[in-house]
């Protein structure tokens, strides 16, 4: 069974831009979770969708955005980039009950200049 | 609110001694317990994870974890270190009530001496 995937790998962007971030869950699983990692934060919950809902949300401001498409598949936006939003952003799925163990993806990450 | 305590930033241990790592966590219920590794540019691979039942669990690449609920402790050990497990080693823990959402300890990286 194919693993999580996540594109692009890496993004450099400037401040003020937008970006999207793709992840692809293995096969059945149909909860998608997002995490950023930063060195100074750590690893923090973004948001979690399971059947195209927002099942979760973590503490982040709302240029932060996430969906996720019939298939599983599931996109984050990030809009007006910022400096501290330099980061690794990994996603991990899941079969979808509380609780179930996440499988995390390699990540995308993100410079922003 | 859920909370992770890595106590450990950084641990260096000579290859075949011995590995362990503590987490310590905080939870009113009974959590959900993983440890996860990470090598430098890449994901999180899952070691192992407590749901229920037996306190000692056993994970991958050699890799075990005790469960101690008197101590809110779930710590990692390895009777013997290879030097392709150095690497950054995660403690999370999750609950039934938080969904899917885990909340992270600050990490220990491992690294190994020849």
């Known amino acids: 069974k194919a693993g999580v995937t996540q594109t692009p790998r890496y993004l450099i962007k400037t401040r003020g831009q937008q970006v999207t971030l793709s992840c692809s869950p293995i096969?059945?699983?149909?909860?998608v979770s997002w995490y950023q990692q930063t060195p100074g934060q750590g690893l923090q919950f973004l948001f979690e969708?399971?059947?195209?809902?927002?099942?979760n949300k973590g503490n982040f401001p709302g240029r932060f955005s996430g969906r996720q498409f019939s298939n599983s598949r599931s996109e984050m936006n990030v809009s007006t980039l910022e400096l501290g939003d330099s980061a690794l952003y990994l996603c991990?799925?899941?079969?979808?009950?509380?609780?179930?163990?996440?499988?995390f993806g390699p990540g995308t990450r993100l410079t922003v200049l | 609110a859920q909370s992770v305590t890595q106590p450990d930033i950084h641990i260096t241990v000579s290859e075949g001694a011995s590995l362990e790592l503590r987490c310590n966590y905080s939870y009113g219920a009974t959590p959900y317990l993983f440890w996860y590794v990470q090598s430098p540019g890449q994901g999180l691979q899952l070691l192992l994870k407590?749901?229920?039942?037996?306190?000692l669990v056993q994970g991958i690449k050699g890799f075990e974890a005790e469960f101690k609920r008197s101590q809110s402790s779930f710590n990692l050990r390895k009777p013997s270190v290879h030097w392709s497990d150095a690497a950054e080693y995660f403690c999370?823990?999750?609950?039934?009530?938080?969904?899917?959402?885990?909340?992270f300890g600050g990490g220990t990286r491992v690294l190994v001496k020849p």
């Open positions: 999370a823990v999750g609950a039934k009530a938080a969904g899917n959402k885990l909340t």
């Open positions: 096969s059945g699983h149909r909860s």
């Open positions: 407590y749901f229920s039942g037996d306190t």
């Open positions: 991990a799925s899941s079969g979808g009950s509380r609780g179930d163990t996440q499988y």
């Open positions: 969708y399971f059947s195209e809902t927002q099942r």
